[in-house]
């Protein structure tokens, strides 16, 4: 009995201990060695507050249990996606983009503002934003006390943003227009659709609401009174206790700061089209709706003046001035401190993180990367036949050097130094020429 009384006495003391451990202990400022923690404050921020269970507030979403927010994070993606299409010369016009650039008051930016991105950095990019909607929905719905939660706080206008687009979301997962709804043939089933496609187009507008809403909070004295800075301080945890570092970090703060230019864009876009119409209904025709109407360079110059640039002289705190601040100071902390060496060698052993390698398999493996770079270059740019040792089935077509010679002053379009008129050849011949004519009687086959 005194064995298993010790057991017991012993499995609540380690619960206490790896509770105490998970705890985020507050550190003194000016004793932080660290001049990128001492920067954000994010320990400070945090302390008192169960680790795991913060990251557990920005964690992917779970479709079943989280249906709203599922809904959410799909209206997200939709509305970047349409904000792109907006965010170009044709449709708000140059003088927009340099203002959604801008970043301080009277120093116009040297480019407007490139809304193009790839798949990946959309997916990058797109999964920055959806983990601070994660981080303020789990906080608000899942109820959690002050000892709890990060001490941000949501302003009227936010609180009232946030209600309307959870109203929106409910109003599409609780089956009246939802999504995953079987269709139905006829004129009740395209109704339907109509139903699914305007309630999800309400979700997005809520959302950017939100959003912008998250973007327009003036801050008093602790920038940690934004949602914006607050969840960021939660994606800064690491596994193992550890922090973000800076080179890790700025991406993400480039990420926010890029797609919440996108919304403004966005937004005066939805306003200026939301004003003509309004005129228009009143009986006024479309061109002097048009002409009537906020122009977008002026909606957006107001949005950027208000909260999308550095605090001036005459200005006030914003997340966004805060983000761009951060930013600037993370990436001079990664242009001017030294990387971290992740190579090493023992011997004749070649140590990279949890790999090693002797100089002939670093030799090997070389030479096979070549190899199969030669292979793919014959194979795929020059459209040769190869062989099973990657080389080209009748050789490689000869290049005269010596009869190429360039012209810089030749400023004719498609001109190319390896078909011109030169000493020793003539336009169309040689190698090239030759190479072509090949590739053409091949083609057939």
Known sequence: MWDEAQAMIDEGLQRVKDAAARKIEATDESREPNPWLRRTGWARHLAGLDRERLRSLVRAVDG????????????????????QQVAVTVVVGQPALFEAHRKERGVKPSKPFNSRMDKTTFRAYTGHWVQLLS?????????????????????????????????????????????????????????????????????????????????????????????????????????????????????????????????????????????????????????????????????????????MMLMGSE????????????????????????????????????????IKLGMDQVRGMVLGLAAETRRLLVRDLLMLEVDGEGEAVGGLPAIDWHSMVDNPNERQVGWSSATSSTRGGTRGTGWRGGWSRSRSCGSDS
């Open 64 to 83: 079943e249990d989280e249906a709203e927010l599922s809904v959410i994070h799909h209206a997200l993606c939709q509305l970047i996606r349409k904000a």
């Open 135 to 307: 981080f303020v929905f789990r906080v608000e719905e899942e109820g959690l006390e002050p000892g709890e939660r990060p001490d941000y706080r949501l302003s009227s206008g936010q609180r009232l943003a946030y209600d309307g687009m959870i109203e929106a979301a409910e109003a599409v997962v609780d089956g009246q227009v939802g999504t995953g709804r079987h269709e139905q043939e006829g004129a009740d089933g395209s109704r339907r659709q109509d139903e699914q496609e305007k309630a999800e187009e309400e979700v997005e507008r809520r959302v950017l609401r939100f959003c912008i809403e998250l973007l327009d909070h003036t801050l008093g004295d602790h920038q940690y009174q934004s949602a914006i800075v607050s969840g960021l301080a939660v994606c800064g945890l690491r596994e193992g206790g550890q922090w973000a570092k800076a080179e890790d970090f700025t991406p993400r703060l480039s990420g926010v700061i890029k797609l919440a230019r996108l919304m403004v864009v966005r937004q005066a876009y939805e306003a200026r089209r939301q004003s003509i119409a309004r005129k228009v209904g009143r009986g006024t025709s479309q061109a002097h709706a048009e002409e009537e109407s906020p122009s977008h360079v002026a909606l957006v110059q107001g949005m950027t003046g208000r909260f």
């Open 315 to 354: 200005g006030h705190p914003t997340p966004m001035d805060w983000m761009l601040d951060t930013r600037s100071y993370g990436m001079h902390i990664q242009y001017t401190t030294a990387a971290e060496g992740t190579v090493a060698w023992v011997g004749e052993t070649l140590l990279y993180q949890q």
